[in-house]
């Protein structure tokens, strides 16, 4: 069965510090896709960041990149220069076929 | 404005009182579904949609119903709830299955006492 993991349940960084959210993936399909989502303390849930199994490049979206790699199946997080609001709950996530699949989630306090 | 609404936000209920909790996308999206929220499991799919009148189950359906007669909505049925059913529950969309951003709408608290 697929199953991603977070294996970070709380983090705390210093604001303008970069800051790495893991995150490992169990599959054995060749093609998916790993998302990453932020959701703050409002509750809604914002698209980050996504790669897909058959992207050579790492994913990048301003200060969010995604360390991809595949055989190790893991699609970290890297959040460049933290901000006093990106303190928030963030998920990854993996698409297989029709269905997405969550990470438990990481929390990630940025202490000014 | 392009959106994914949800009602009621917010929802207390009695064990085995019907309910619906609504969902519509003004997108034109092919692809919805409704996940579950709790703590230290993050986000769980419960069911989805690829198109009109085709459904199927997530990984946690059990005690769920969902219907999807018009693209714009997905309503989630909860035909008899139980406390073990009090979550946070958020309806998404895409254009299509494969599209990489799913838009989520904001979200339905649940509580069944």
């Known amino acids: 069965a697929q199953k991603i993991t977070q294996t970070q349940p709380g983090m705390f960084v210093q604001e303008k510090e970069a800051v790495t959210l893991d995150c490992t993936y169990d599959t054995s399909d060749q093609s998916y896709g790993l998302f990453w989502y932020k959701q703050p303390s409002s509750g809604e849930m914002i698209f980050l960041i996504y790669?897909?199994?058959?992207?050579?490049q790492n994913a990048t979206e301003g200060r969010y990149s995604l360390n991809f790699q595949k055989a190790r199946k893991s699609a970290n997080l890297v959040i460049s220069a933290s901000q006093l609001g990106d303190s928030a709950m963030y998920f990854c996530a993996m698409r297989r076929a029709q269905k997405l699949v969550f990470g438990q989630g990481t929390r990630l306090t940025i202490n000014p | 404005e392009a959106q994914v609404t949800q009602n009621p936000r917010y929802l207390i209920t009695v064990t085995g009182k019907k309910l619906t909790v609504t969902c519509s996308q003004n997108m034109n999206h092919e692809y919805m579904s409704w996940y579950r929220q709790d703590p230290g499991l993050g986000l769980r799919q419960i069911y989805y949609s690829m198109n009109v009148e085709v459904t199927d189950k997530g990984d946690v359906p059990e005690g769920y119903k969902v219907s999807r007669k018009e693209k714009r909505n997905f309503p989630l049925i909860l035909e008899s709830p139980s406390p073990n059913q009090t979550s946070l529950y958020f309806c998404a969309s895409s254009p299509q299955v494969l599209a990489y951003e799913q838009y989520f709408g904001p979200g339905t608290r649940l509580t069944v006492t």
């Open positions: 790669q897909g199994s058959y992207d050579e």
